[in-house]
Antibody, heavy 118, light 107 residues
Framework: QVQLQQWGAGLLKPSETLSLTCAVY????????WSWIRQPPGKGLEWIGE???????NYNVSLKSRVTISVDTSKNQFSLKLSSVTAADTALYYC????????????WGQGTLVTVSS | EIVLTQSPGTLSLSPGERATLSCRASQSVSSSYLAWYQQKPGQAPRLLIY???SRATGIPDRFSGSGSGTDFTLTISRLEPEDFAVFYC?????????FGGGTKVEI
């Protein structure tokens, strides 16, 4: 059974770097893409970017200058870093899995609320 | 990027009634790479429909999807109490994938 379990700091100050990690259980990294998606409070979903098992990445252009997604296949984990955060980055952040070449998300993490406040 | 517009924003219905949700794309969605998700408070989205009309594993047959090109519909034939939630459409064929703004189905 595929499980994604995520964690990271939930309260940041403006200009700090958001850092989240997602651990994957029950499935190999190969053949899939691993994404981060966020949801501001009371709003819709925004895809942030993805990484595959070899470390190749693809980012949403709206966040590209501030985002780094990386993978550690030895630990079956992938991570998100978002630099220079502002209040606009306050959101529920999800990790999710899709098949390589697709963006259909059948498996999601539980979500991590990240609040940016001075 | 493809912009998805969902309507209505809120749908007020009773258990047993039929729900019809609309999703319109700003350009044609290739090969019907259109999905629907259900999200309940405090939960991650759950995949309901992919390929415009195929139900995901374990999804009851009261949920059905239809449409092609730029116009898509999610229908819930008879609402059960557990169906009240927010529903999102998503295109997933190209990067970046985008989601609609959501339709809340409330009692």
């Amino acid at each position: 059974q595929v499980q994604l379990q995520q964690w990271g700091a939930g309260l940041l100050k403006p200009s700090e770097t958001l850092s989240l990690t997602c651990a994957v259980y029950g499935v190999s990294f190969s053949g899939y893409s691993w994404s981060w998606i966020r949801q501001p409070p009371g709003k819709g979903l925004e895809w942030i970017g993805e990484v595959n098992h070899s470390g190749s990445t693809n980012y949403n252009v709206s966040l590209k200058s501030r985002v780094t997604i990386s993978v550690d296949t030895s630990k079956n984990q992938f991570s998100l870093k978002l630099s220079s955060v502002t209040a606009a980055d306050t959101a529920l952040y999800y990790c999710a899995r899709s098949r390589s070449g697709s963006y259909l998300f059948a498996h999601w993490g539980q979500g991590t609320l990240v609040t940016v406040s001075s | 990027e493809i912009v998805l517009t969902q309507s209505p924003g809120t749908l007020s219905l009773s258990p047993g009634e039929r729900a019809t949700l609309s999703c319109r794309a700003s350009q044609s969605v290739s090969s019907s790479y259109l999905a629907w998700y259900q999200q309940k408070p405090g939960q991650a989205p759950r995949l309901l429909i992919y390929g415009s009309s195929s139900r995901a594993t374990g999804i009851p047959d009261r949920f059905s999807g239809s449409g092609s090109g730029t116009d898509f519909t999610l229908t819930i034939s008879r609402l059960e109490p557990e169906d009240f939630a927010v529903f999102y459409c998503q295109h997933y064929g190209t990067s970046p994938p985008t989601f609609g703004g959501g339709t809340k189905v409330e009692i």
